[in-house]
């Protein structure tokens, strides 16, 4: 309609996908509830499970190779669906998407919760990870068509909060679930809680959700999404599977052909992009300096954290012997930490310091790990939660320095049409590293286990040799992202351009980001 069309003379707008945010419904708060729910429950089943996987793994008999898929699985899945689950929402509706990824999301947890074997629960993580990679992208869609701009600062201030609620309360509801041993059912009530909120949300969904679709979408790449897939799968399932099957010569040529797979996805996305302009990533974003640096920066960043969370968790509760709940308590300072420095950061030091604060807190986090590994070493079996309490909190706030701005540092120089791509390509790639560090866990930290260190009488020492040991790849990994950093802009202008394009980058795709380091 032109502009110039006399009121009297308009005909009135069809209510199409963005007319919502002219017109707020009365019903947008029961909506935003119902999103931030499913956020929430797909929040803390990441971090919930980390702290039940010794359970799991004397529960089910499961090897140590199947407990890193419990975790790896779930990332592998969720990062390859991530961006396809966005355009799916954007061609087909977001609210059609939202209610088939609750609904997968909650018919995964039931069968994680009922797994009778290990093969069954790692089926039902990959499962599971693919569902909730089509229902989380559609909570900040339906955010964004729902309200309007004047109270969008609002709902994604909510949106952090619940982040960082998921956060903190993951590690410690999945200890008390896991210590309590409802009904003699051991871990399984940690994927079972899913169920009720899960069809709450269906439920309520169909109703209170106005359905939005993007005005024009692109298409679906396919091939884009199963080339990257078999790219990472070559690499990671030899890292987990290797050492188990003592390093067979498959699993070298599996690794020297994901290069190659690589490769053939970069040139299909090439295809892609001058077919139809619709590929699964923008390579062109990558000719941006900052964004390259970022995006390498995230990836990096994701190996450190799958690495070092997974192996906390073992050195813990199989190395030390403590309870779930004992461990689960022992990290609530590192998550209070990441929270308050994820907040000092963004609003005082940013602004003022750039990309030093980031630069900052990858040293302040290897500190804390250098710390963790002297602590460690000194005190062996005999440690205790309040020692480990001082490298935790430094490690805390060096990562909540970091994964706070580290986005709106890499979108700084991102043209405005690429922006969207540009977040979603973040959070992938972000994924895909953490599922990589997990899948590295079995040559950094059982790598230096050997059988005879198995034994009960000798378990708990090889498993403070494998923690120090790996915490020692994970300093090398930050010392490189530390590196990295040197090649993002001094300043960040990525705020100043969402006011302008009516979006708001940090509070979303950098909250998610924080997850997987819960």
């Given at each position: 309609?032109?502009t110039?069309?006399?009121?009297?003379?308009?005909?009135?707008?069809?209510?199409?996908?963005?007319?919502?945010?002219?017109?707020?419904?009365r019903?947008?708060?029961?909506?935003?509830?119902?999103?931030?729910?499913?956020?929430f429950?797909?929040?803390?089943?990441?971090?919930?499970?980390?702290?039940?996987?010794?359970?799991?793994?004397?529960?089910?008999?499961?090897?140590?190779?199947?407990?890193?898929?419990?975790?790896?699985?779930?990332?592998?899945?969720?990062?390859?669906?991530?961006?396809?689950?966005?355009?799916?929402?954007?061609?087909?509706?977001?609210?059609?998407?939202?209610?088939?990824?609750?609904?997968?999301?909650?018919?995964?947890?039931?069968?994680?919760?009922?797994?009778?074997?290990?093969?069954?629960?790692?089926?039902?993580?990959?499962?599971?990870?693919?569902?909730?990679?089509?229902?989380?992208?559609q909570?900040?869609?339906?955010?964004?068509?729902?309200?309007?701009?004047e109270?969008?600062?609002?709902?994604?201030?909510?949106?952090?909060?619940?982040?960082?609620?998921?956060?903190?309360?993951?590690?410690?509801?999945?200890?008390?679930?896991?210590?309590?041993?409802?009904?003699?059912?051991?871990?399984?009530?940690?994927?079972?809680?899913?169920?009720?909120?899960?069809?709450?949300?269906?439920?309520?969904?169909?109703?209170?959700?106005?359905e939005?679709?993007?005005p024009?979408?692109?298409?679906?790449?396919?091939?884009?999404?199963?080339?990257?897939?078999?790219?990472?799968?070559?690499?990671?399932?030899?890292?987990?599977?290797?050492?188990?099957?003592?390093?067979?010569?498959?699993?070298?040529l599996?690794?020297?052909?994901?290069?190659?797979?690589?490769?053939?996805?970069?040139?299909?996305?090439?295809?892609?992009?001058?077919?139809?302009?619709?590929?699964?990533?923008?390579?062109?974003?990558?000719?941006?300096?900052?964004?390259?640096?970022?995006?390498?920066?995230?990836l990096?960043?994701?190996i450190?954290?799958?690495?070092?969370?997974l192996?906390?968790?073992?050195?813990?509760?199989?190395?030390?012997?403590?309870?779930?709940?004992?461990?689960?308590?022992?990290?609530?300072?590192?998550?209070?930490?990441?929270?308050?420095?994820?907040?000092?950061?963004?609003?005082?030091?940013?602004?003022?310091?750039?990309?030093?604060?980031?630069?900052?807190?990858?040293?302040?986090?290897?500190?804390?790990?250098?710390?963790?590994i002297?602590?460690?070493?000194r005190?062996?079996?005999?440690?205790?939660?309040?020692?480990?309490?001082?490298?935790?909190?430094?490690?805390?706030?060096?990562m909540?320095?970091i994964?706070?701005?580290?986005?709106?540092?890499?979108?700084?120089?991102?043209?405005?049409?690429?922006?969207?791509?540009?977040?979603?390509?973040?959070?992938?790639?972000?994924?895909?590293?953490?599922?990589?560090?997990?899948?590295l866990v079995?040559?950094?930290?059982?790598?230096v286990?050997?059988?005879?260190?198995?034994?009960?009488?000798?378990?708990?020492?090889?498993?403070?040799?494998?923690?120090?040991?790996?915490?020692?790849?994970?300093?090398?990994?930050?010392?490189?992202?530390?590196?990295?950093?040197f090649?993002?802009?001094?300043?960040?202008?990525?705020?100043?351009?969402?006011?302008?394009?009516?979006?708001?980058?940090?509070?979303?795709?950098s909250?998610?980001?924080?997850?997987?380091?819960?």
């Amino acid at each position: 309609m032109s502009t110039e069309t006399p009121k009297s003379q308009a005909a009135p707008p069809a209510p199409d996908a963005e007319a919502v945010a002219t017109a707020p419904d009365r019903r947008r708060w029961l909506a935003l509830a119902i999103v931030m729910t499913a956020a929430f429950m797909d929040l803390v089943d990441v971090t919930i499970v980390n702290i039940a996987i010794p359970s799991m793994e004397r529960d089910l008999g499961a090897s140590f190779s199947a407990i890193q898929w419990i975790t790896a699985g779930y990332a592998l899945a969720f990062a390859a669906g991530l961006i396809t689950g966005g355009r799916l929402g954007d061609i087909y509706g977001r609210k059609r998407l939202f209610l088939i990824g609750i609904s997968g999301f909650t018919l995964a947890s039931a069968l994680c919760g009922f797994a009778a074997n290990p093969d069954m629960l790692v089926a039902s993580r990959l499962l599971q990870g693919a569902m909730a990679a089509m229902m989380v992208p559609q909570v900040l869609a339906i955010i964004h068509a729902t309200f309007p701009a004047e109270e969008r600062g609002k709902v994604f201030g909510m949106f952090g909060a619940v982040v960082g609620l998921g956060a903190v309360s993951g590690p410690l509801l999945g200890a008390l679930l896991t210590q309590w041993n409802l009904f003699g059912l051991e871990w399984r009530p940690i994927f079972l809680i899913n169920l009720p909120v899960g069809i709450a949300g269906i439920l309520l969904g169909r109703r209170f959700i106005q359905e939005s679709k993007a005005p024009k979408a692109l298409r679906l790449d396919l091939v884009g999404v199963v080339l990257a897939t078999c790219g990472l799968l070559l690499l990671i399932y030899p890292l987990t599977r290797g050492r188990e099957l003592d390093w067979p010569l498959w699993g070298f040529l599996c690794m020297a052909a994901s290069p190659l797979v690589f490769a053939a996805f970069v040139a299909y996305e090439k295809h892609k992009t001058r077919k139809d302009g619709s590929p699964l990533v923008e390579l062109s974003l990558f000719r941006v300096k900052s964004f390259a640096a970022g995006v390498t920066v995230q990836l990096t960043f994701g190996i450190a954290c799958g690495i070092f969370f997974l192996v906390w968790t073992l050195y813990m509760q199989i190395g030390l012997g403590w309870s779930a709940l004992r461990a689960g308590t022992t990290g609530i300072p590192f998550s209070i930490a990441v929270s308050v420095a994820a907040g000092v950061s963004v609003q005082k030091l940013v602004p003022r310091f750039g990309r030093k604060v980031l630069q900052a807190g990858a040293l302040v986090f290897a500190s804390g790990l250098l710390l963790y590994i002297w602590e460690a070493g000194r005190y062996g079996m005999a440690i205790t939660s309040w020692q480990m309490a001082a490298p935790l909190v430094v490690m805390g706030l060096g990562m909540g320095l970091i994964v706070a701005p580290l986005t709106d540092a890499v979108l700084a120089d991102v043209p405005r049409e690429h922006s969207g791509s540009a977040s979603g390509l973040i959070n992938t790639t972000q994924q895909m590293g953490n599922a990589l560090g997990l899948g590295l866990v079995s040559v950094v930290f059982f790598g230096v286990i050997d059988e005879e260190s198995l034994r009960p009488e000798t378990l708990g020492p090889a498993f403070v040799d494998g923690f120090q040991n790996a915490l020692w790849w994970v300093t090398a990994v930050v010392g490189a992202i530390f590196l990295i950093m040197f090649a993002l802009p001094a300043r960040q202008r990525a705020h100043a351009e969402a006011a302008a394009l009516d979006v708001e980058p940090t509070s979303t795709t950098s909250a998610k980001e924080a997850v997987p380091a819960a």
